[in-house]
């Protein structure tokens, strides 16, 4: 059970570069979200999903695009690079709330992603 | 809309003694979880202890335990008996349900320091 895999751990863009970071998990869990983590300010999430072919706007998502077409993907995209990007980002996943209330997010291991 | 507030940036505790770290949370809902995740330097997101709002009973897991305080809205951690391995930022979550749908809301951490 490889819970919820990031891909790449680490990565070096030039401004106004694109790409695209990996989230894949395999619990079946309905919901989906990326969070970004900067020095003092926490976890922010910059979208999220309910399920396939669902996704919404977090706190923080200028600047990035998802999609949910699979149950089991959720990708997130940069669209044109900036330094104000460069983070730590994680993915997480969960069931949703009406299947089992107090079941907790797993997170992958998180993309440190830096902006030059 | 809802926050969470951790007030202290840092906190040192010396090996064997116990240590508490600070939660206060702001919400209308009257349903709703709250988490502490700890994370070590090796950067993953690990779950030490949940509350669910409706109910009284503190939770406890181990050496984790929590105090919480629906009124006053406070969700602190004690760690008892406390090892070189429980040094890591601590993040207190906020779970609640609207608009169809639920977002966690993540404080900005509190860095423990172990002193042996």
């Known amino acids: 059970n490889a819970g919820v895999t990031q891909t790449p751990k680490f990565q070096v863009l030039k401004t106004g570069q694109s790409m695209t970071l990996q989230c894949a998990q395999d619990m079946n869990h309905e919901y989906m979200s990326w969070y970004r983590q900067d020095p003092g300010m926490g976890l922010r999430l910059i979208h999220y999903s309910v399920g396939a072919g669902i996704t919404d706007q977090g706190e923080v998502p200028n600047g990035y695009n998802v999609s949910r077409s699979t149950t089991e993907d959720f990708p997130l995209r940069l669209l044109s690079a900036a330094p104000s990007q460069t983070s730590v980002y994680f993915c997480a996943s969960s069931y949703t709330y009406h299947m089992t209330g107090d079941q907790p997010q797993h997170f992958g291991d998180g993309t440190r992603l830096s902006i030059l | 809309a809802q926050t969470v507030t951790q007030s202290q940036p840092e906190m040192s505790v010396q090996e064997a003694e116990t240590v508490t770290l600070s939660c206060t949370y702001d919400?209308?809902?009257?349903?709703?979880?709250l988490f502490w995740y700890k994370q070590p330097p090796s950067r993953q997101m690990i779950l030490v202890i949940r509350?669910?709002?409706?109910?009284?009973q503190n939770a406890t897991e181990n050496r984790f335990s929590v105090n919480f305080q629906k009124a006053a809205k406070s969700f602190s951690l004690k760690i008892s008996d406390s090892q070189l391995g429980d040094a890591a930022m601590y993040f207190c979550a906020y779970r609640g349900y609207t608009s169809g749908t639920y977002k966690y809301i993540f404080g900005t951490g509190t860095r423990l320091k172990v002193l042996a």
């Open positions: 509350q669910e709002a409706y109910k009284q």
């Open positions: 919400t209308s809902e009257s349903d709703y979880y």
